[in-house]
């Protein structure tokens, strides 16, 4: 007798499941029929953003709204530029192609620094400057190194709050790749989408360890080396092929108590310097000192760049550099296709690893297992 409550209850209950899986009973938890959108929402827009989303744009579309200063198109076309999908190269050449014309209009400034130094905050500070001064500024990466994290700037996104905001201001974080020849050649694709974007500062950032600031000082007119204060031992641990690079030293994180230690390093810098040959641009590398935190020394910092700016223009060493890099990424694109074609050749590569076997046991010498890959290959295709 007991149960009888219960029983009752577990009716009730089965008997609301019933009245919500029936659209013809109404409850209160019913929504067959949804809500109407609210008025503030236009049809037309919601319908065209839903079509932008869902249409890939032509090729021809990208650079007409890329020349229109459209950061959504530019965006599209980077990531076009970056994919490994064959269909997707022909279609980013033809963007790049049509980009080119309008390309070649702008400074290009590459920041180099170890982890940690402050370049994400300088550039925050330094961009945001440049914003103010009506400049239209991109930031790009070349840090092969954090294929892992997409490059530094992407995590740093939070230390550049203001530059992501600024309409001025344009971010990408690196491209990915396993090789940096792959990574820089697609951002210096980038940097012609980014210029012909009206972008007319661009800045390349890159983590000075590697190769990774040779391949940037390769694409930039001016480069920046940004340090800090050590204990009295500066020039301990740099590369004297980094100091040789550098058009301007900056030394960072000149606030508080380190406002003495970083003029010290100034002088010591600029000492250092002056054992350097002279520059072909004709340019004295200067030193300055600055805090990205407290932005004290970062308008310095750009009067030094448009000094620089000044004299390689007049003198045409800007010209003359541009047309070197040209030549020389042409080269580098040629260099690294060949070998990829080289080492994907499906014969090549049992070869190789049988060659590789029988150079280490001294079967064959290493000359004579590489000219007998080479031929090889080159018989194929003729
Ligand atoms: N006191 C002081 N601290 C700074 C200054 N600039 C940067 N920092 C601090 O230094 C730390 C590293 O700065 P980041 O801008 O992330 O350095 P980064 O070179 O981009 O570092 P990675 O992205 O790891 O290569 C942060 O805690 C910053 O707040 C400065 O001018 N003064
Ligand atoms: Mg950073």
């Known amino acids: ?32 029929n949804g809500i109407n959108q609210p008025n503030s929402v ?17 090729a021809a579309e990208l650079v007409s709204n890329i020349l229109k200063g459209d950061k959504t198109a530019l965006s599209r ?23 080119l014309p309008h390309a070649n209009k702008s400074v290009r400034i590459g920041i180099t620094g170890v982890p940690g130094v402050g370049k994400s905050t300088f550039i925050e500070a330094f961009g945001k400057h440049l914003t103010s001064l009506g400049k239209k500024v991109a930031v790009l990466a070349v840090d092969p190194s954090s294929s892992i994290s997409h490059g530094s700037i992407l995590g740093d996104k939070t230390r550049m ?3 992501v905001k600024d309409e001025n201001a344009f971010i990408r974080p690196s491209a990915s790749g396993d090789s940096l020849g792959g990574v820089a050649r697609k951002t210096r694709e980038a940097i012609i989408l980014c210029e012909a974007c009206g ?55 000149a606030d508080g108590d380190n406002i003495a230690k970083a003029k010290l390093a100034k002088t010591e810098f600029n000492r250092a310097l002056h054992l350097f040959p002279a520059k072909n641009s004709g340019w004295t ?12 020394g970062i308008d310095n ?62 079967e064959v010498s290493p000359f004579a297992a590489a000219q007998l890959l080479l031929n090889q290959y080159f018989n194929n295709r003729k």
């Open 301 to 362: 910092v750009w009067s030094i760049i448009t000094d620089y700016f000044q004299l390689v223009k007049e003198n045409d060493y800007f010209d003359y550099k541009r047309k070197e890099q040209n030549q020389f990424w042409m080269m580098e694109t040629i260099n690294e296709q060949l070998k990829t074609h080289f080492y994907n050749h499906p014969e090549i590569i049992t070869l190789l690893e049988q060659n590789k076997k029988a150079v280490q046991n001294n």
């Open 1 to 32: 007798m007991w149960l009888l409550p219960f029983f009752q209850k577990s009716r009730t209950f089965t008997k609301s499941i019933l009245v919500l899986k029936n659209p013809e009973k109404k409850s209160a938890l019913s929504e067959v």
């Open 77 to 99: 076309a980077i990531t076009l530029i970056e994919s490994t999908n064959v269909d997707h190269l022909a279609k980013a050449n033809e963007v790049i192609q049509g980009c």
């Open 199 to 253: 972008f007319d500062t661009i800045i390349i950032e890159t983590v000075g360890v590697g190769q990774s600031e040779t391949a940037v000082h390769s694409m930039v007119d001016f480069f920046l080396l940004l340090k800090i204060a050590g204990a009295g031992d500066e020039l301990q641990g740099i590369k004297r092929g980094i100091m040789e690079m550098a058009d301007a030293i900056v030394i960072n994180k």
């Open 42 to 58: 236009s049809d037309a827009v919601a319908r065209q953003i839903q079509n932008f989303r869902r249409k890939q744009p032509s």
């Open 161 to 163: 709050e203001e530059l």
């Open 285 to 296: 590398p200067k030193v300055t000192t600055c805090s990205a935190f407290e932005k004290t």
